[in-house]
């Protein structure tokens, strides 16, 4: 502590002078008494003054101290933060380093992973997911995506899914025929405001696709076998019925009676071959190939079947450019393809109606059409009116069309079926351009 300096006394102010003691006894006196009682005065302030000193001292020095103290708490707390600060930044750093790998994963799983509010809104979308969903749907409300939003048949599923504690499967309405199965969990509260569902959503289409192989392959086994029986019963009394109609060709006269047995003839020997055919359903022989006028097997269709459209009461036309132009094929297997979907048309016309033979050639080859005024087909059943036991006749074992597309491709071509801009359906035919010869067109 640091004290102030004490200024002494001057000899002057404690002893008179010669000359004032000499003059006046009693003054000097006084003088004296009075220079005593300041000099008392002036001890005590000192003493005061050093005592505050002393007192200011201590304060200072425990000021000092207690600030020192004070530090060292500061630097304490200051490295209990830095510590925390430290271990806080870890932690978010860890925190950061698994959202993103958590967000990695999601973004590389094979399935969809969608979640949603309890209110609707969709907060997370992982790119399978989007996917899966199809393109990105109108938001109905601000920037946020609801579940609202998405595709009718999508949503219809998730809203299923939602109220069921099972997995779904639904087939989307697109071109591409997919299929989706959808699972669901809840996350945190239920009071439709705090929770989230979790949608896991997966392509299952090339299960689906694989399904219907299989079950189509166990249907045609199945039909094959039927077939097989119905074509070996069918096949004693049809060698009957060609054996009686020799006779009776051998027994008539008349050239008018011929070309009846003729006709009766030669539909005995497409039935012939059909029997054959449903026998070969599945492993159908190798057709004998020899060169075919397609002209004039368009022109005997419709000679074949005109008692029949007349019996009907039906208007049968044959229109083509195709006479000298050849084809290497099996004639018989072509009149089977061209009876059974001309047989068909006049099925499914109504009295009064019109069936029509069509044919011409094009640049890649030849394009032969069996069209009718009927009904048509069912938009739905278009994509599976060539499946083997698919009619939409009751009666029909289905096996028709099917053994008219396995001839058809044999041949190198292809087969095709639509409806008419009003009513009715066309069937299309089309060979390509190896399988055609224009050698006959020059005769």
């Known amino acids: 502590m640091t004290c102030l300096p004490t200024t002494p006394c001057s000899p002057q102010t404690l002893v008179p002078s010669p000359a004032q003691s000499a003059n006046d006894p ?101 790119p399978e997911a989007a996917r899966l969903l199809g393109p990105s749907p109108k938001k109905s409300s601000g920037p946020a995506l609801y579940l609202a939003d998405l595709a009718g048949a999508v949503r219809e599923l998730l809203e299923r899914s939602r109220n069921m504690e099972c997995d779904l499967e639904a087939s989307l309405p697109d071109e591409h025929g997919r299929w989706l199965a959808t699972r669901h969990a809840a996350l945190g509260g239920s009071d439709g405001e705090n929770g989230s569902w979790v949608f896991i959503l997966q392509d299952i289409s090339e299960r689906k696709r694989l399904e219907q192989t299989e079950q189509k392959l166990r249907r045609e086994q199945a039909l094959a076998e039927m077939s097989a029986v119905l074509a070996h019963e069918i096949r004693n009394p049809l060698g009957s019925l060609e054996l009686f109609a020799g006779l009776l060709a051998e027994s008539v006269t008349d050239a008018e009676s011929e070309r009846w047995i003729g006709h009766i003839q030669a539909g005995l020997r497409t039935l012939a071959a059909t029997v054959n055919n449903v026998l070969h359903f599945h492993s159908l022989p190798e057709s ?111 096996l028709g069309l099917a053994v008219c597309r396995k001839i058809v491709e044999q041949h190198g071509g292809t087969i095709t079926v639509e409806n008419g801009p009003e009513k009715g359906a066309a069937f299309i035919l089309h060979f390509p351009l190896k399988q055609i010869s224009m050698q006959g067109a020059s005769r």
């Not at 003054?49 to 103290?69: G, T, V």
């Open 288 to 398: 004998e190939l020899s060169p075919v006028n397609l002209g004039s097997l368009l022109d005997w269709a419709q000679e074949f079947l005109a008692p029949l459209a007349q019996q009907a009461e039906i208007r049968l036309s044959c229109k083509h450019t195709l006479a000298g132009i050849e084809m290497a094929a099996d004639r018989h297997r072509l009149e089977q393809v061209l009876l059974n979907l001309a047989l068909n048309a006049i099925r499914a016309t109504p009295e009064g109606g019109s069936v029509q033979l069509t044919g011409k050639p094009g640049r890649d080859g030849v394009g032969i059409t069996v069209s009718d005024t009927g009904s048509g087909i069912p938009p739905e059943c278009l994509g599976k009116i060539f499946d083997a036991g698919f009619s939409t006749r009751p009666s029909s074992p289905g």
């Open 26 to 126: 009693d003054a000097a006196l006084m003088n004296i008494g009075s220079r005593s009682t300041n000099f008392r005065k002036n001890t005590d302030d000192q003493q005061f003054l050093l005592h505050a000193f002393r007192s200011f001292s201590d304060a200072a020095a425990a000021l000092e101290q207690s600030y020192d103290e004070l530090q060292l708490e500061v630097g304490r707390l200051r490295r209990e933060l830095e510590t925390s600060r430290t271990g806080l930044e870890q932690s978010l750093k860890e925190n950061r380093r698994m959202r993103a790998q958590l967000d990695r994963i999601l973004e590389s799983l094979p399935c969809g992973v969608l979640v949603a509010s309890y209110s609707g809104a969709i907060t997370h979308l992982n």
